[in-house]
């Protein structure tokens, strides 16, 4: 098995290569997710690699051997095993959801001129990474360009701008999400570093309104609980064309979809994210609490959990069994057979 270490920020972990690449341009197969997930839990629910996240106190006391996967299908089915009910904060993974309603609310070339969409290939809360662009944050998943994504969204006010952040992704998730005080109290204290992105993007222009407000809602859209198979939802809502296959209703238009899987696909596990696209092949998000999203456009999502994370904050066991899914379900965007009728 293949783990990156502390001075190698540029693979992923792979126990894999046993898996045949399937080659799918049609619907999932039913029949099959449930038996996949079940093998892919058990294959990776022993290994002890990664690090919790203890920067950020109260994820430093997540329990190590949590581990769930979900899937969550276009038509509406929803597929689970191991620890998929178990609560956890998004962090980084709202930034893909809240870029999707930024985008809605302001035409994808007003966030595309204010944030960008290139890898910065710097970890996510890189300083150098916004002064050596001009003040341009990049793009929106890392903590720069999320923080200049929420400045956006819409609201006169940093409460109003907050409860639009929570009920925009409680649209994505089916349900309505809520704050957990604990984690936003534990992160409050614990980022200073993003107060200075937030007041290093004000004196470039790249940030209206008050730095500290726009830190703080970012924060607490950080802090919202969710759990896997809310994360599975998620996903599928945007390889839906925007529509939660749950609840039927639209969230996003089809093209937000398409401009944020784009951007999530080349930005969503940092700097890390070309070898992410190289391995496994589909658009997905990571947060540091333990959760990936991965979204198959027209087909479903994968959301993983579990806490330990590698030397770029993503999820070990998680990155691993949605790399086995990604194969044994054909999900690889880039991966194609011989036409036997040619």
């Known amino acids: 098995m293949t783990y990156p270490s502390e001075g190698n920020n540029e693979t992923i972990p792979t126990d894999f290569d046993d898996v045949v690449q399937q080659v799918s341009t049609g619907e999932l197969e039913h029949d099959r997710i449930d038996a996949l997930l079940k093998e892919a839990h058990e294959r990776y629910a022993d290994v002890d690699e990664g690090l919790l ?43 893909m959801f809240v870029y999707a309603l930024v985008v809605q609310e302001h035409g994808r070339e007003v966030v595309r001129d204010r944030i960008g969409v290139n890898n910065t290939g710097m970890p996510f809360n890189s300083v150098m990474a916004v002064e050596l662009n001009n003040g341009l944050p990049m793009n929106p998943m890392v903590n720069a360009g999320a923080i200049a994504t929420t400045s956006l969204m819409p609201g006169k006010t940093a409460a109003k701008k907050w409860e639009n952040v929570r009920e925009g992704l409680s649209a994505f998730a089916g349900r309505s999400l809520s704050l957990d005080d604990e984690v936003y109290h534990s992160e409050s204290l614990a980022n200073e570093r993003n107060k200075a992105l937030g007041h290093l993007l004000k004196s470039y222009g790249r940030l209206d309104g008050d730095p500290y407000d726009a830190v703080d809602v970012y924060t607490k859209q950080c802090s919202l609980n969710i759990n896997a198979h809310d994360l599975a939802i998620m996903g599928a809502t945007l390889a839906d064309g925007g529509v939660n296959p749950v609840t039927g209703k639209r969230v996003v238009d089809a093209d937000v979809c398409r401009d944020t899987l784009a951007t999530v696909a080349s930005n969503g596990l940092y700097e890390r994210s ?69």
């Open 274 to 342: 070309g070898e992410w696209l190289f391995e496994i092949g589909i658009p997905a998000k990571s947060g540091v609490s333990g959760g990936i999203v991965a979204v198959a456009p027209g087909k479903g999502a994968i959301g993983a959990f579990s806490p330990p994370l590698d030397m770029a904050g993503n999820s070990v066991r998680a990155q691993l069994a949605i790399g086995q899914l990604s194969r044994a379900m054909g999900l690889n965007l880039f991966a194609s057979a011989p036409d036997r009728d040619s």
């Open 53 to 95: 996240a203890h920067y950020i106190p109260i994820l430093g006391q997540a329990d190590p051997n949590l581990f769930g996967i979900a899937m969550s299908h276009v038509g509406g089915s929803v597929h689970t095993v191991g620890d998929c009910s178990h609560l956890f904060s998004i962090q980084s993974i709202s930034k």
